[in-house]
Each structure stands twice: as structure tokens, then as C-alpha cells.
């Protein structure tokens, strides 16, 4: 079992940077796909990436491709997501999942959760 926890949300605004991190508990973390989630007001749970076990693939939602970069650091049990060149369109909170096997876009997929951090881009 995988206990969850974000940090690193605040308010920023439109160009900035946020790194937002995710430490997780327990021995096995590195044998688990981490992924990123956001959920606007209003929207459904969108994916924003994910990195497989080992840190050599990762994956990202069109929108976020180019700003957005998953990293992982096993040796702290730590999942990052740094966000540059931030948009008010990316104000959400975030969540990061996990999950073991295949990386998946698909949040029911997932079988841990953090309670998210909040993100708010002003304009």
C-alpha cells in the first residue's frame, strides 16, 4: 500500500513556475507508475501525465506538453511536477496516483491518491 502526499501548489501568475511534489510512503514506491491528475472547478478529473517505474518514459495530456515535466527521485520516494510557463487554464487542484504495471490516462485505473494541492493562475 501507497500512502500519498502533495505540496508545492500556491498562486502564481500567468508565466510563472510551480514545482509540485508528491512523497509517497512505503518500500515498494519505486516499483509504481506515478501519475498526475488536475480537477478544474466544475470539470472532471483530467489526466496530466505520468512516468513509468523506472523514470525512462513518460507521457502528458497535448495541453500541458512542452511547459509540464514529470521526474521522480526513488531514493526520496518522490514524484515532481514541474509546471513552467503557467496559464490561468491551468489552475486546478493536482493530484499524483499510483498504480503498478501500465502507465494509464484513465483515473479509475489508479489505486492511490493524494489529496491534492491547489494551483491558481491569475491572469
Known amino acids: 500500500q501507497v500512502q500519498l502526499v502533495e505540496s508545492g501548489g500556491g498562486l502564481v501568475q500567468a508565466g510563472d513556475s510551480l514545482r509540485l511534489s508528491c512523497a509517497g510512503s512505503g518500500r515498494t514506491f519505486s516499483t509504481y507508475i506515478m501519475a498526475w491528475f488536475r480537477q478544474a472547478p466544475g470539470q472532471e478529473r483530467e489526466f496530466v501525465g505520468a512516468i513509468n517505474w523506472s523514470g525512462g518514459r513518460t507521457y502528458y495530456v497535448d495541453s500541458v506538453k512542452g511547459r509540464f515535466t514529470i521526474s521522480r527521485d526513488d531514493a526520496k520516494n518522490t514524484v515532481y511536477l514541474q509546471m513552467n510557463r503557467l496559464k490561468p487554464e491551468d489552475t486546478a487542484v493536482y493530484y499524483c496516483?499510483?498504480?503498478?504495471?501500465?502507465?494509464?490516462?484513465?483515473?479509475?485505473?489508479?489505486?492511490?491518491w493524494g489529496q491534492g494541492t491547489q494551483v491558481t493562475v491569475s491572469s
Open positions: 496516483a499510483a498504480k503498478r504495471w501500465d502507465i494509464s490516462r484513465n483515473d479509475f485505473d489508479y489505486d492511490y
